[in-house]
Antibody, heavy 119, light 108 residues
């Protein structure tokens, strides 16, 4: 059974850096999947942040400009998200998910973690 | 970016009804279209992938159709557990992969 679990601080100060990690169990990070971050502001819709392949290839949402870094730690079966220069607009539930190789369906999700940007 | 537009934004229905939700892409996306169900406080759950394929474990009352720019999600014989928000998502072109704005299905 594939499981994903997000972890990281629930509160980040404005202009700071949001750092989250996603632990993966029940699946190899060398598999043909893209490891993905999606976020959802409270009461709003879903926004794809970016993803990473086990070879280190990444894709990021241009709307986040160059603030996003996604990295992978295969020996420890986890991948991570860093979002710099955060503002209140970055307050959201952050989900990690597994994406299909070809058509990017997200078949497994973490339970999500709420990150609030506030001083 | 490919824009995904769902209609309606909200919908009221009764247990036993048949409901249809529509998703339109701003450009052709073949069958690179997926549907998710999200309940309050929970992560989205994949229901249908590649427009018409039922994800393992999803009840057969859910079905999807379409290709190109127009897609539908149909739920036959609504059950109490089906009242949730539904999202479509295109997996055709990135960055970014984009979601529809959601359709909230409520009990009438």
């Amino acid at each position: 059974q594939v499981q994903l679990q997000e972890s990281g601080p629930g509160l980040v100060k404005p202009s700071g850096t949001l750092s989250l990690s996603c632990a993966v169990s029940g699946a190899s990070m060398n598999s043909t999947h893209w490891w993905t971050w999606v976020r959802q502001p409270p009461g709003k819709g879903l926004e794809w942040i970016g993803d990473i392949y086990h070879r280190g290839n990444t894709n990021n949402n241009p709307s986040l400009k160059s603030r996003v870094t996604i990295s992978i730690d295969k020996p420890n079966n986890r991948f991570s998200l860093k979002l710099t220069s955060v503002t209140a607009a970055d307050t959201a539930i952050y989900y990690c998910a597994r994406g299909g190789l070809g058509k990017r369906q997200f078949d497994y999700w973490g339970q999500g973690t709420l990150v609030t940007v506030s001083s | 970016d490919i824009q995904m537009t769902q209609s309606p934004s909200s919908l009221s229905a009764s247990v036993g009804d048949r409901v249809t939700i529509t998703c339109r892409a701003s450009q052709r996306i073949s069958t690179y279209l997926h549907w998710y169900q999200q309940k309050p406080g929970k992560a989205p759950k994949l229901l249908i992938y590649e427009a018409s394929n039922l994800q393992s474990g999803v009840p057969s009352r859910f079905s999807g159709s379409g290709s190109g720019t127009d897609f539908t999600l149909t739920i036959n014989s609504l059950q109490p557990e089906d009242f949730a928000t539904y999202y479509c998502q295109q997996g055709y072109s990135a960055p970014p992969y984009t979601f529809g704005q959601g359709t909230k299905l409520e009990i009438k």
